[in-house]
Structures are given as structure tokens and as C-alpha cells.
């Protein structure tokens, strides 16, 4: 592709040393970049792409993408914008051709429940007899049965995000994908120029605050995808979130709207719900008419999940019997209240946010027989918003009846000082009740000594994570491997 034409429609400051040259690629790392590519020069929290525009060029860079002029080769031409951050995601869409036209593109966004419900719409999909590829946390997939191929964020950066749909739509033949979309990838553009056909609300509590600083400022993020909708499109909302309204208004014109929930009148809902180690059930409502429902999987926030991606598949015509047949089918996803012993019935769950742990430490006292425990096993990730650490410390307190507080991924920070946050939320450090363990593989077996056959211990924060990263290096750890060493006798 030519640069005049990648840049055709761009909104640009500048034009400097102008040469139509082609452009074969776009990198944003110097070292990966090939001949021939137009090198994005990104500015982040650490690094300044501007600084290695020469690195670039030795490296082949034909054209550059700066928010100001470098000093680099006058030969090569350089396109000046207000922010290259937001502006990578246009000239991507540019240069694989807009490939979310072509696709039924839906998009999830939420603090909880992205993953799964993505996994949930892809069974649907195919269950309908409909091929659905899934870009999400775990990286992405082309069919509910295939491998994950990796992913370095939830929504990858722009240019590998549309050249991952371009492959998906001409390569695989795949017209549906459904995608996880984070607040991050949202307030950075990483999917401006794609074409959402439907987007989906799961909830909206506290989490990265570290980042957008004040919950207005997170709404805000999510709220752009649902802005981005076009007419014709359709938005589904948990009518049960505290900003249901407020996500509801900056729904465009013209696009069609839906909610789901329990606790408040809504399009399509649940009630008498029961749960039991099987799972959850309960009755869906309508348009008035009851359709009886039958998990394999568990927990409150299993039943919004299944209402979310039952409410968009409704929204795309499939019927609600279709979905209900696919759903019924999924024993969970990976990490999520994933069972992996069952003497004690041990879960291990990605919740790391004040609302995930409580709607898990709720799901699993349902479940807790009345003879036995409710063992809660924590930490909280470093160089993250530290606000959330005492109040998952006094959730853990107020549900569970013994709690080990450990290390998550501690990154830069001492885990003895996050330790010490989660513990000022707690209104006693009984040793009865209350186990402090920094090292996260000697707490998860102490559980062998604090949890009986009859307990039910919940592992949370890091869910299908196989790392932790600690101040000094990434080592290899997974909760589920650690536990069923543990307790080896029960494993499932």
C-alpha cells in the first residue's frame, strides 16, 4: 500500500520529507521492524518511540508516524499526528482494509465476567451451526474446541487486533468473532476503526483505578464502545449494575437495546435460583414465557454470564432454546470457579477485584455444606490500585470463616507492605481465622492443614494465570497445579 493512500483519510498535523513510498507493514518496536514498514513511534508510561526512530530506519522503516518531527534520515518521510497512540488503530484499520465490516463483530466489555461470557456466545455460535471465532484474556481462538493461540493483552494492539480479523474473515472463513474489549484498549483506541455490530455490558465495579483514577473516568472508557455503536447495531445491558442508566443513555439513535438481569425488571431474566454442587438453576423469562434452566456451572455471577450472552444471542436472532442447548452443555471456563479437588472442594477463581471476590466467596458458601468451612486463600497484585486491598481483605472477613492472605503477582512492591493494605481491612487478625503467608506456593499448602474433607476453599486472583511476577523476574506458577499437589487424594 502506498503512504498517501494508507493516510488518506487521516486527520495528520504534518507532512515531513514526503515521499510516496510503499509501505508494507506497521511496527512499533524498532527491533521487530522490517523492511519496508511505517514505524509508529509510541509514547508510554516508560519509553518514547521518538528516541528510537534511527534504530527503525537501520532496521528498514520506510516511512515514520511521530507526534513530533525527528532527527532522523531526511530521506525518509515522516507523518506528524496529535497522538500516535490513537491514531495507530487508524491507519491499521487502513491497511488490512477495514476487516470488522465484513464480520459480525461483537464486543464485551465489564470489570467481571468478559471471559467467559465470550466463551458462552462462541458455543451459541456453534451450536447454531455457525462458525465464531474469540479474541480475548487467554488469547484467541478459532472454534470452542480449538487451542488458544497467545495474546499479550486482553485487546491486542491495534495493527495485530485488525490483522487477526483480516485472518480470521479471509484465511479461516470465519463471518462471527466475539471479543473481549478492556477499559485500556478502549481509552488507548487499540479498536478504533473497528465496526462493532453488538456490544455487551457485563457490570462495572471497582478495578484499575490505578489507571483511570476515579470510577467517572472508568465509566467513561467503557462507555466508548457503546458510543462507537452504528445504526443498526444492538446494545445489551445488565439492567442490575449501578450505572445500567447511565450506559443505557449514551446508546446512539437507531441502535437497538436490550437488558438482562434479576433483582430489576428487564428483557430477559432469571428467577427461583438454586444452586447446588451440580451447579445452578433456574427459570428464564421473556417476553413471558418460562424456559427451565440447568447449569453445570455455579455461582450468581454464573447466571448473569449465561443471561448476558443469552440476551445477545436473542439480540441476533438465535433462539432462546438454541442458546439454552449450548449453555447447558459448558462445564466452565478455565479458571473460573474451575473445581479442582473435591475433599475439600477446592475452586480456584481469577476473581482480583472487590466484586469478583465477594460474588465468588457468596457462590461458594451456597455451595458449603452446613458441617464444613468456607476457606478463603488471597492476595492482591502489586503496581496496581491499592485502594481495593482492604476492602478485599474485609469481604474475605465478613464471608469466609478462615482466611490466608498471600502474595498475587507483586511485581515492584514489597508483598510484605500489600500484605499489610489487605490487613487494614480487617477488623481482627485472629490466628483462628486468620493465616499470613507471603510465599504463595507455602500458603497454598498450608490449606492441607487448615481445611477439612468437608470445607470448601476458594483460591482466588490468579485463576488460569501459569506465572507470577515478581520484582525481579516471571516465574512459572499455577494455583491449579499447586493445589492438586496438594491434595493429590481428591483431585478430579
Not at 458510543?227 to 445488565?238: D, S
Not at 477488623?427 to 507455602?442: A, F, L
Amino acid at each position: 500500500m502506498k503512504l498517501d493512500e494508507l493516510i488518506e483519510h487521516l486527520d495528520y498535523k504534518d507532512l515531513i520529507n514526503f515521499k510516496n513510498v510503499e509501505i508494507s507493514g506497521i511496527s512499533y518496536n524498532s527491533k521487530t521492524t522490517k523492511q519496508g514498514d511505517i514505524f509508529v513511534c509510541l509514547t508510554g508510561e516508560y519509553t518514547d518511540g521518538h528516541e528510537y526512530a534511527a534504530n527503525a530506519i537501520e532496521n528498514g522503516a520506510a516511512a515514520l508516524f511521530v507526534e513530533h518531527k525527528v532527527d532522523a534520515d531526511k530521506s525518509i518521510p515522516q507523518v506528524v499526528v496529535s497522538s500516535t497512540r490513537h491514531k495507530i488503530a487508524n491507519i491499521a484499520d487502513r491497511f488490512y482494509s477495514s476487516p470488522s465490516r465484513g464480520i459480525n463483530l461483537i464486543g464485551i466489555t465489564g470489570t467481571n465476567g468478559k471471559t467467559t461470557v465470550t466463551h458462552l456466545i462462541q458455543k451459541i455460535f456453534e451450536q447454531n451451526e455457525q462458525k465464531c471465532a474469540l479474541i480475548g484474556t487467554l488469547g484467541y481462538k478459532l472454534s470452542s474446541n480449538g487451542e488458544y493461540r497467545d495474546a499479550k493483552h486482553t485487546t491486542p494492539q491495534a495493527p495485530e487486533l485488525q490483522a487477526t480479523l483480516r485472518m480470521i474473515k479471509d484465511v479461516e472463513k470465519i463471518d462471527n468473532v466475539v471479543m473481549e474489549v478492556s477499559s485500556h484498549a478502549l481509552e488507548q483506541n487499540r479498536i478504533g476503526g473497528c465496526c462493532f455490530n453488538g456490544a455487551v455490558l457485563t457490570n462495572l465495579t471497582q478495578d484499575h483505578l490505578d489507571y483511570h483514577i476515579t470510577m467517572d473516568n472508568y465509566f467513561e472508557a467503557k462507555a466508548l464502545l457503546f458510543k462507537m455503536l452504528e445504526e443498526g447495531a444492538f446494545a445489551v445491558i445488565n439492567a442490575d449494575d449501578e450505572y445500567a442508566k447511565r450506559f443505557l443513555s449514551v446508546v446512539p439513535d437507531g441502535v437497538k437495546k436490550y437488558t438482562y438481569g434479576v433483582k430489576n425488571q428487564a428483557d430477559v431474566m432469571a428467577k427461583d435460583i438454586s444452586f447446588s454442587l451440580n451447579g445452578a438453576e433456574f427459570k428464564l423469562v421473556t417476553a413471558g414465557v418460562e424456559y427451565p434452566v440447568n447449569l453445570h456451572m455455579n455461582g450468581m455471577f454464573s447466571v448473569y454470564n449465561v443471561l448476558a450472552a443469552i440476551t445477545a444471542a436473542f439480540a441476533m436472532g438465535i433462539s432462546i432454546e438454541t442458546s439454552l442447548k449450548a449453555l447447558e452443555q459448558v462445564k466452565g471456563v478455565a479458571g473460573r470457579f474451575e473445581v479442582v479437588a473435591k475433599k475439600p472442594l477446592v475452586i480456584v477463581d481469577y476473581a482480583h477485584t472487590p466484586d469478583g471476590l465477594e460474588n465468588v466467596l457468596k457462590s461458594a458458601r451456597e455451595i458449603t455444606p452446613k458441617e464444613g468451612k468456607l476457606v478463603c486463600l488471597f492476595g492482591c497484585g502489586g503496581d496496581r490500585d491499592a485502594t481495593k486491598r482492604p476492602k478485599m481483605g474485609a469481604i474475605a472477613e465478613r464471608i469466609a470463616d478462615k482466611i490466608v492472605i498471600t502474595s498475587d503477582n507483586p511485581r515492584s512492591e514489597d508483598p510484605q507492605q500489600i500484605i499489610t493494605d489487605i490487613i487494614a481491612g480487617l477488623k481482627s487478625v485472629n490466628p483462628d481465622r486468620v493465616t499470613v503467608e507471603p510465599d504463595r506456593g507455602h500458603a497454598i499448602s498450608l490449606l492441607k492443614t487448615i481445611a477439612g474433607n468437608n470445607d470448601v476453599v476458594v483460591i482466588a486472583g490468579k485463576g488460569h494465570e501459569d506465572y507470577q511476577i515478581l520484582k525481579d523476574r516471571t516465574i512459572h506458577f499455577d494455583d491449579r497445579e499447586e493445589a492438586r499437589k496438594v491434595f493429590e487424594g481428591s483431585v478430579i
